[in-house]
């Protein structure tokens, strides 16, 4: 392949939805990727686009402003939604995946596309050339170069803590005191999920013994923030007894088949793979040390003799100061042909950060054939995301998409009509927005 048209950094799911991209618009594409010389402390796949927190992409309903992201991406042949689609478990209303054939599928997509070269080598200083470049190394982005890029942008990058959920394996538990549903019975069949139901003293002895449990100690450097949106659950814990109930524990709409009742709490599974040998316990992302994990978690009712394919971990995730270090199209000041993207960039979540590349790719593209940039409209939901990035904040977060982004509806909407208005104008945009750039 000549010199590359478009150079993205970072094979995970924002690189490969960047590469993909500009690709289909007929651009050669170099994709940079460390693995396998070089992992960081989270992943262990040579493939693309690894999983590594959990397998689920969350709902998948236009009603969520999740769901209608990816109705928004599908629309414009997101790479991720494709192989997410090929290779989905059971989960009831959510897009979860079999994680392993997953990223296989990207991985093999990306490899046997003519205009992508994909390049295993680790970046510590960004490729020499006029061609645009896309950063999408990722929140577990290498020392060498988050200080390349600290010094880039001229602002100091954030930091939050993310955590593991652990994995079990099927044939360890305990099925006579687990029950198959889905909550509200959602869904076909007899269930998506497994429930562990808690009755109060059994919830009770639970969240005593997880208050207690000792927890990987944090080094004396870091300084221990978490996202809100994956809390550690010892975390929520220490926060009151009903912040599991009304959190990952809620027993709301998972009636117990055995007794004809709601139980006190419920802890759920859902299946990491295609074969269900491997379940994931929902929103158990967690610090505690390992020989705590195999104590505690083996008090939930169905777990007593549980092996744990995968102890649930705690890492570091870098990301920038978005509205201060990047313009509206995530370019550094001074650098029009420079693109961040992805998680590293401040927004939150696999459906996210893959959404948020997809868009770079597109204006990595436009900026190699010198097009204008675009964004699209913030009654989308990739709009929304992408405005959210420029929002001036005194302490910039990352951020989920939420309806809470999006550009509210006149004053006059009735309250019960907003749901529907939000959905319907965000389409009602994205259709003329598509067709806007479809014909540029």
Not at 272 to 298: C, I, K, M
Request: net charge neutral.
């Amino acid at each position: 392949m000549a010199g590359p048209e478009v150079e993205v950094v970072g094979g995970g799911l924002a690189g490969c939805e960047a590469a993909w991209r500009a690709a289909a618009h007929g651009l050669t594409v170099r994709l940079w990727e460390m693995k396998p010389g070089r992992f960081s402390p989270a992943h262990q796949s040579e493939d693309l686009a690894e999983l590594v927190c959990s397998n689920s992409l969350r709902a998948d309903r236009p009603e969520n402003a999740v769901g209608l992201l990816k109705e928004e991406m599908r629309r414009l042949s997101s790479l991720v939604m494709t192989a997410a689609d090929q290779t989905r478990v059971m989960a009831g209303g959510a897009l979860a995946v079999d994680r392993r054939l997953f990223s296989r599928a990207i991985t093999r997509a990306v490899t046997g596309h003519p205009k992508i070269e994909l390049v295993r080598a680790e970046v510590t200083d960004w490729p020499a050339g006029s061609a645009p470049v896309v950063v999408a190394a990722g929140p577990l982005i290498s020392e060498a170069l988050a200080a390349r890029l600290a010094d880039l942008v001229g602002a100091p990058s954030l930091h939050f803590y993310d955590a593991l959920a652990p994995i079990v394996e099927y044939d360890s538990l305990n099925l006579a005191r687990i029950y198959r549903a889905n909550r509200y019975q959602t869904g076909a069949g007899e269930g998506d999920y497994l429930n562990c139901p808690l009755e109060r003293e059994e919830f009770d002895r639970f969240w005593a013994a997880l208050l207690a449990a000792d927890q990987v100690a944090a080094r004396s450097f870091e300084d221990q923030r978490h996202f809100e949106g994956c809390l550690p659950v010892e975390v929520m814990a220490r926060r009151g007894p009903r912040t599991l109930t009304f959190g990952p524990m809620k027993p709301v709409g998972l009636e117990n088949p055995a007794t004809g009742r709601r139980p006190f709490a419920v802890a759920q599974l859902r299946s990491e793979n295609l074969a269900g040998s491997h379940w994931n316990l929902v929103g158990f992302q967690t610090r505690l040390t390992r020989p705590a994990q195999d104590e505690v978690f083996r008090l939930i009712p169905g777990l007593e003799k549980a092996v744990f394919a995968r102890y649930g971990a705690i890492h570091r995730n870098t990301y920038l100061d978005a509205p201060r270090a990047l313009d509206e199209f995530q370019r550094p000041p001074g650098r029009p042909r420079f693109f961040v993207a992805g998680q590293i960039s401040g927004v939150e979540g696999y459906v996210e950060s893959a959404a948020h590349g997809l868009w770079v790719g597109e204006n990595a593209a436009r900026a190699a054939r010198n097009q204008p940039l675009l964004n699209p409209p913030a009654t989308t939901a990739l709009g929304a995301l992408i405005g959210h990035l420029g929002r001036p904040s005194r302490s910039f977060a990352p951020a989920n998409v939420n309806f809470g982004l999006f550009d509210p509806p006149p004053p006059e909407t009735p309250r019960r009509q907003m749901a529907e208005y939000r959905l319907t104008a965000a389409r009602r945009s994205f259709d003329s927005f598509l067709s806007h750039i479809l014909t540029a």
